[in-house]
C-alpha cells in the first residue's frame, strides 16, 4: 500500500457574509468547504466530482494554500502545512503545483510564453538558475507537445488546448510531486480534452506525480481516476475506487450523478433510468440540517434531518466490502433490467 502524500483532516473553509458600512458587521457565512477529510496517496490519481459551486475549487485553493483554512490540516508527508506561513509555506508550496480551468484567462496575454512558464523560477531560482533558465523553459515546452521555439510567442497564437499544454508546462517548472487540475480540460472542445488527459497520465508516470484531478461530471474522471471522491454542498458524500463509485455507488447523490453520465450505447441508454433530482442546490450560506442532500432525495426520512451523515463509518457496522458513503440508508442502486 502507498504511503499518504496529502492527509486532509476535518478541514473548514467558510466566507465571511459581510453588511453594513464598510462591511464590518459579520452576518454570516458561506460554508464552501465544511468538514472535509481524504487521502492521497503517492502516485495515485483522485478524482474530485461534484456540481457547481459544491466547493471544489475551494478545496484546490486552501489545500495549495492561496486560502487559509478556517480550521482543520493539511498534512503534507505528515507535516501539516495548512497555517505555514514565510520560508516554510514558500519552500513547502513548491511541491503542490496547480493546473487551472481556463486556459484563455489563466495566462497573463502581455507575457511571452517564455515568461509564463518561467515565472515561478523567479520565487524559486535555485530550481533553476538564471543561466539555465531558457533552456529549461525550452525542456519544459518538449515535455508538453510543444515546439520548444514558440518560446517568444504569445498566449492569443496558440489554440485552446496547446494553452493548456502550456499551464501544464507551468504546473511542471518547480518539479512538484502534487498537481491539483481544476476542471482541467472543462472549457476545451471533447476532441482535445482526451489529449490533454493523455498528456497529464504520460507525465504522471515519467515525473511519479499523484494528482488530484477536479471535474464536474464523472464521465472525465473515470478513465484517469484510481479513486473518486464525490461532494455536495461543502461535504464529501462518498468516495473509493473506481469500482467502487462507478459500480457499486450507495450514495442516492452519486446515483443521480451516475444516471446522468453519457453512455455510448443507444440500448444501455434506453433501458437505464435517469434518476431526474428536483429542486436546486440550496445556499452553502444556509445549508439544511441533518444530512445536506435530503431536500432533493427521494429516501429522505425524519432522520435523515435530525443526524448528520458520517463518511467514514466504522467497518464493523457496514461489512467489510462497502467503502465510505455518508448516507443514512447507503445501499447499491439496482437497474432495471433491460
Ligand atoms: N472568495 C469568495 N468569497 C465568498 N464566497 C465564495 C468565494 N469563493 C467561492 N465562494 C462561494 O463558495 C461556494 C463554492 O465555490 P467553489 O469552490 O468555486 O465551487 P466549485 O469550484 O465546486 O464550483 C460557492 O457558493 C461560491 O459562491
Ligand atoms: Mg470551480
Known sequence: MAENILEVKDLVKHYPLTQGVLFKKQVGAV????????????????????ESGCGKSTLAKVLMNLERATSGQVLFKGEDISQLSG????????????????????????????????????????????????KAVQDLLDVVGLNPEYINRYPHQFSGGQRQRIGIARGLALKPEII?????????????????????????????????????DLSIVRHISDRVGVMYLGKMVEIGSDEEIYDNATHPYTQALLSAVPVPDPAARE??????????????????????????CWK??????????????????????????????????VQAAA
Do not use: W
Open 31 to 50: 460554508k464552501a468547504v465544511d468538514g472535509i477529510s481524504f487521502e492521497l496517496k503517492k502516485g495515485e490519481t483522485l478524482g474530485i466530482v461534484g
Open 87 to 134: 520560508a516554510a509555506l514558500k519552500s513547502v508550496r513548491r511541491n503542490i503545483q496547480m493546473v487551472f480551468q481556463d486556459p484563455y484567462t489563466s495566462l497573463n496575454p502581455r507575457m511571452t510564453v517564455g515568461d509564463i512558464i518561467g515565472e515561478p523560477f523567479e520565487i524559486h531560482p535555485e530550481v533553476a538558475p538564471k543561466g539555465d533558465r531558457r
Open 180 to 216: 491539483i487540475c481544476d476542471e482541467p480540460v472543462s472549457a476545451l472542445d471533447v476532441s482535445v480534452q482526451a489529449q490533454v488527459i493523455n498528456l497529464l497520465e504520460q507525465l504522471q508516470s515519467e515525473f511519479e506525480l499523484s494528482y488530484m484531478f477536479i471535474a464536474h
Open 271 to 296: 433501458s437505464r433510468d435517469r434518476i431526474i433530482l428536483s429542486g436546486d442546490i440550496p445556499s452553502p450560506a444556509n445549508p439544511p440540517s441533518g444530512c445536506r442532500f435530503r431536500t432533493r
Open 300 to 333: 429522505a426520512e425524519d432522520r435523515c434531518a435530525e443526524e448528520i451523515p458520517l463518511l467514514a463509518v466504522p467497518t464493523v457496522l457496514k461489512g467489510a466490502a462497502a467503502h465510505d458513503s455518508a448516507c443514512h440508508f447507503p445501499e447499491v442502486r
